[in-house]
């Protein structure tokens, strides 16, 4: 950079002596570029010297009379670099705005120079270190925005002496100290953002000076102190932010009308007491007034003349007397026709819910009222509410039922009626809110069944039903919904067994159905359940053995089994799941041999197994007799002869009954044995190639979705069920086809997955000029491949969505590696062999490359029935295949790290930026944890912001922090399993613990957000 400012120096002094032009802007501006280090939009492309006038450049101004840059705008522009101290040569400058792009670096302190500056936007970018002390050489400065960057220090005092300044922005950086007094002398301010730094002290007095002031926010910072009263005489003054301080006192009671232009009241997340002064209602332009989270106390005054407000907040405070006439207030906002939010919720609100919230604003998406004493029903008016997307009334006196009209609220997103006195069923209509993600319906005395139509609400994450007086069977519908993450029946009084249909809970992290008289067996299908972290079915009278396919479950951190009566043993697996803590299987019936191998069986304040009589071994300390090398011998004694003449009479006597029987079933079989077979055939389809023909539009490319190395796919339609399937047409002119065809076939014939694409059938013939015709028949997945989704602009997946596929692939190869008769090696794992369903449920596909491993302890060699030579796609084949090694478990195991460090980086492996020893391992590897979002997908950064802007008044800091940490732990299970020597590499059953845990935390995240967004508007 020095030997370029030395060049730029020479270049204008042998311009200027040769005669030519004035060339110190261009060459300030090409200084300029010299800093960027990326350009992805090709803004700076027309900066060079071949373009000889350099104020059509784009984002450049210059003046009329002269040829002098006046002004450059590369706002928005995805600039990434740091600020050329070259700029100050740009002495014309007015202004300059270089808003939302990635500057990084300090400010240079040369940018003083620019005296005639009005304007300097450098807003949303990531400039560090403090703001230059010199700033007070801007004297005809009128707007500065420093907002949303890593500045450090104090406000220099130098900033009050911009005199002209109207727009201060400093809002969300790293700022310390006190807030200026100094401020108070630039009178021409209108507007002054601090917040969201770390200033102490007070609210300066001087700041009652600026009678010009319409915006002042200084929240959240570290304020102490009352409010100056000066502030008091700003009735200029429209929007007052002062939330997520310490501030304390009282509000003068005319308040209202001291500031009678008051538009934005934002007093949140203080100390503020006493009553809220009833001059309020003089601030008629008001759209927004939250005073949540203080101590307030008293009655709400009446709102009749707020008819602009859209949000009203003073959630938990002390309002109220817990008497009626405390919610009277609530009728004076049916005036208010934009009333968006309303959250009253933790007071002291008495007295019953009154019939006129039916009147509120039919925009109304958030209704608060939980944590209070209301009393009264639930108003059938409430389905006026058509826009509702959250009602609370948790914890309140509330009686009678749910009214069934509230199955007319179309956008409910959030219902909680917990910790109330309600009862009579479950409305079966709230089956037609389909919107519904949470609903909280426990500690009331609702009774009845669940409805099968909750089936519908196909959007339900959490699903919260304990102690309540429910019974009846727990509908199959409900256990459909794959979107459920959580659900909680406990203390219920439930009839029947555990559905089957349990395993579709393909991301249920919490499932609790204790002590709700639950009989049966443990299904099977509930080791489908890969992502479970909590498992509560103590208190039943649930029998059987624990099932085999608890084995799937290896994120699972809490296990209670207790008080049921199941039988056999302990299974061993247990011991090899990392996470877990809690294992509690007391008062059962189990016996045989307690495990020793395994942490959870040697954490006696995690594991119990009191009240099983017929347990041995295990820990000394778990007191258990010793386990007898064989089992005890019993002396038979000698049956009297009467019971063995009876015996044998009986025998006889079945076995004549036996043959009988049997000489019926076999005549019965003889007549229906025609139909008995086309049943079996029908039950796998039979197609041939004119079926297939058919189905494709004779192999239209219209209906192509995808081609390989061995062959095309194309969408098809059955008849007569018009049932639409993948159709994969092996190329048999490709020398591998057949083999890959062979292999495809015997991996599919025995291995069923939730997470493996479903065959339905293969079709070997002849085509109608009798060449022969091979083709496999899918399932149809209606979202494609992974890879379409990862590298498609129309599309996009949240980071939650990305987790979940990560743990959907991954358990399809731990099955695949671990849970087949033979250990299968997929050798292809990419993300195009990776589609999604409707659901986004991941199922990993093409089988054309699958080897058999009959020996696994030799853990990278094999011995494989397939003689496909190909071992894999380029950039995800492990590097030991390049050398001649034979393909292993851990070969998948690396094409598994590459696709998750796709997934979350959105960079191919085969990317031209890798080269000579940078691969997309050491890329991610080099990165962390310090610069983890410089290789994280850019839009996935974009989605998390997003959020972040979208939280309801919450400092979200700190779950950014947990969401970064959890995606630094993703990153470093693909950087494991993508480790260049085979032995370096983590298990895929321990990549699906850590990213099960992974994912658990995030739900945790999202659980405690939503938690606070509830208590909050």
Known sequence: MFFFAQVLQASWVLSISAGGHDHRDELALLAFKEGIEEDPLNMLTSWNESHDDFCKWQGVTCGRRHRRVTALDLSSCQLKGQLSSHVGNLSFLTRLELQNNSFSHIIPPQISKLFRLKILSLGNNSFSGKIPTNISCFSNLQYLDLSFNNLTGKIPPDMGLLFKLRVLVLRNNNLLGEIPTCLGNLSALMRIQLGHNSFHGKIPHSFGQLKS?????????????????????????????????????????????????????LFHTNHFSGPIPVTISNCS???????????????????????????????????????????????????????????????????????????????????????NQISGRIPKGISNLVSLELLGLEQNLLTGVIPSSIGKLQNLYWLTLGWNRISGPIPSSLGNSTSLGLLYLLFNDIEGSIPSSIGQCTQLIELHLMENNLSGPIPKELFGLSSLTLIVLSKNHFTGSIPMEVGKLVHVFVLDISESKLVGEIPETLGGCTVLQYLYLQGNSLQGTIPHSFSYLR?????????????????????????????????????????????????????????NYRLCG?????????????????????????????????????????????????????????????????????????????????????????????????????????????????????????????????????????????VLTACSSTDFQGNDFKALVYEYMVNGSLEEWLHDEERHLSLIQRVNVAIDAASALDYLHNFCDTAIVHCDLKPSNVLLDKDLTAHVGDFGLVRFISDLSRPFSSNHSSSVDVRGSIGYAAPEYGIGSEVSTSGDVYSYGILLLEMFTGKRPTDGMFKEDLNLHNFALMALPEHLEEILDPRLLETEDERSKNSLSYNNQIQNQMIRKCLISVIEVGVACSAELPGDRMSIDNAVSELSHIRGMLLKIRMQTNDHIINTI
């Open 213 to 265: 002031l319409v915006l002042l926010a200084v929240g959240p910072n570290n304020l102490t102190g009352d409010i100056p009263l000066s502030i008091y005489n700003l009735s200029s003054l429209e929007s007052f932010g002062v939330h997520g301080n310490q501030l304390e006192g009282t509000l003068p009671p005319d308040f209202g009308n001291a500031l009678p232009n008051l538009k934005q009241v």
């Open 285 to 371: 332009k008001l759209t927004r007034f939250d005073m949540s989270a203080n101590s307030f106390t008293g009655q709400v005054p009446s709102l009749t003349t707020l008819s602009q407000l859209q949000e009203f907040g003073i959630g938990e405070n002390e309002l109220g007397h817990g008497k009626s006439g405390d919610l009277e207030f609530l009728s004076s906002l049916a005036n208010c026709t934009n009333l968006l939010r309303l959250g009253i919720n933790t007071n002291n609100f008495g007295g019953q819910l009154p019939e006129s919230i039916s009147n509120l604003s039919t925009k109304l998406t958030l209704m608060t009222f939980g944590d």
């Open 555 to 611: 994120g699972l951190d809490e296990i209670d089994l207790s008080h049921n009566n199941l039988s056999g043993k302990i299974p061993t697996y247990f011991g090899g799941f990392r996470f877990l803590k809690k294992l509690n299987l007391s008062f059962n019936n189990l016996e045989g041999q307690v495990p020793v191998e395994g942490s959870i069986f040697k954490n006696l304040s995690g594991f119990s197994v009191v009240g």
């Open 618 to 758: 295990g820990v000394l300390e778990l007191h258990l007799p010793r386990c007898p090398a064989d089992g005890p011998k019993k002396h038979k004694r000698s049956p009297p002869q009467k019971l063995i003449i009876s015996t044998i009479a009986c025998g006889l006597g079945l076995i004549f009954l036996m043959f009988t029987l049997l000489s019926l079933y076999l005549s019965r079989k003889r007549k229906t044995m025609s139909t008995s077979a086309q049943s079996n055939t029908m039950s796998f389809l039979q197609l041939s190639y004119g079926d297939l023909v058919k189905a494709t539009n004779d192999f239209s490319p219209a209906n192509l979705i995808g081609a390989g190395s061995f062959g095309s796919v194309y969408k098809g339609i059955l008849n007569p069920d018009e049932t639409v399937v993948a159709v994969k047409v092996l190329n048999l002119q490709t020398s591998r086809a057949s083999k890959s065809f062979i292999a495809e076939c015997k991996a599919l014939r025995n291995i069923r997955h939730r997470n493996l694409v479903k």
